[in-house]
T-cell receptor, first 111, second 115 residues
Framework: GNSVTQMEGPVTLSEEAFLTINCTYT??????LFWYVQYPGEGLQLLLK???ADDKGSNKGFEATYRKETTSFHLEKGSVQVSDSAVYFC??????????WGAGTKLIIKP | DAGVIQSPRHEVTEMGQEVTLRCKPI?????LFWYRQTMMRGLELLIY????????DSGMPEDRFSAKMPNASFSTLKIQPSEPRDSAVYFC?????????????FGPGTRLTVL
C-alpha cells in the first residue's frame, strides 16, 4: 500500500543554517505530494505541494522537488529562522482523496 | 471565511463519561476528516465523510467511538464511555474536490484529557 517515510527528529539547527528534511514515498501511480507544517498549539497547515514529477513546490523560502526516480520529496530551506521551529509532515494524496501522512519531523531552531 | 471551527478547545473529563467533540467545516467543502494526534502514535485518520456520508471509518479505534455528519455544516465525534488512553488532540479538517486541489484545512483541535 501507499506509505510515506520521513527522517526522525528532532532536528536541531542554529539560525541561518541550511535545512533538509528527507521524505520518501511508496505509491502506485502518480500521487500528489505535500508538506504541511504544525506550529505549537495549532492545527496543520499546507506549506507547499507538487502534483507531478519534476514539479517544485515553494513557499516562505521552503522548497521541495517531486523526484519520481528516487520517490522523494525532500524539504529544503537555505537559511532557517527561529520562527520556523515547528513539526513538518510529508504526505501524499491517494486516489481516495485521503492524505497518507509521514510521522512528522520536529524542527528546533536555536538563536 | 472563518476556517474550520472546533469546539470545545479543551475538554477535561473523568473516565466513563461521554465526550462529544464538534466541528464546523469550511462552507462549500464536501470532505470532512477526523484525526487524532498523540505523541506515541502520531497523526491518525479516524474517519472521513464525503457529502455527509461516512466513506471510511476503519481508523475508528473501537465501538466506543462514533461520528456523525447530519448536514454539510456540522459533524460530531463522540466517545462513550471515555478512557484515559483516549487523551489526545483531535483535529477536524475539510477539503473541496473542486478547489485548492484537495488541500485539507485543519481546525485548531480539541485537546481531550480523560482522568
Amino acid at each position: 500500500g501507499n506509505s510515506v517515510t520521513q527522517m526522525e527528529g528532532p532536528v536541531t539547527l542554529s539560525e541561518e543554517a541550511f535545512l533538509t528534511i528527507n521524505c520518501t514515498y511508496t505509491a502506485t501511480g502518480y500521487p500528489s505530494l505535500f508538506w504541511y507544517v504544525q506550529y505549537p498549539g495549532e492545527g496543520l497547515q499546507l506549506l507547499l505541494k507538487a502534483t507531478k514529477a519534476d514539479d517544485k513546490g515553494s513557499n516562505k523560502g521552503f522548497e521541495a522537488t517531486y523526484r519520481k526516480e528516487t520517490t522523494s520529496f525532500h524539504l529544503e530551506k537555505g537559511s532557517v529562522q527561529v520562527s520556523d521551529s515547528a513539526v513538518y509532515f510529508c504526505a501524499l494524496k491517494d486516489s481516495n482523496y485521503q492524505l497518507i501522512w509521514g510521522a512528522g519531523t520536529k524542527l528546533i531552531i536555536k538563536p | 471565511d472563518a476556517g474550520v471551527i472546533q469546539s470545545p478547545r479543551h475538554e477535561v473529563t473523568e473516565m466513563g463519561q461521554e465526550v462529544t467533540l464538534r466541528c464546523k467545516p469550511i462552507s462549500g467543502h464536501d470532505y470532512l476528516f477526523w484525526y487524532r494526534q498523540t505523541m506515541m502514535r502520531g497523526l491518525e485518520l479516524l474517519i472521513y465523510f464525503n457529502n455527509n456520508v461516512p466513506i471510511d471509518d476503519s481508523g475508528m479505534p473501537e465501538d466506543r467511538f462514533s461520528a456523525k455528519m447530519p448536514n454539510a455544516s456540522f459533524s460530531t465525534l463522540k466517545i462513550q464511555p471515555s478512557e484515559p488512553r483516549d487523551s489526545a488532540v483531535y483535529f477536524c479538517a475539510s477539503s473541496s474536490t473542486v478547489a485548492n486541489y484537495n488541500e485539507q484545512f485543519f481546525g485548531p483541535g480539541t485537546r481531550l484529557t480523560v482522568l
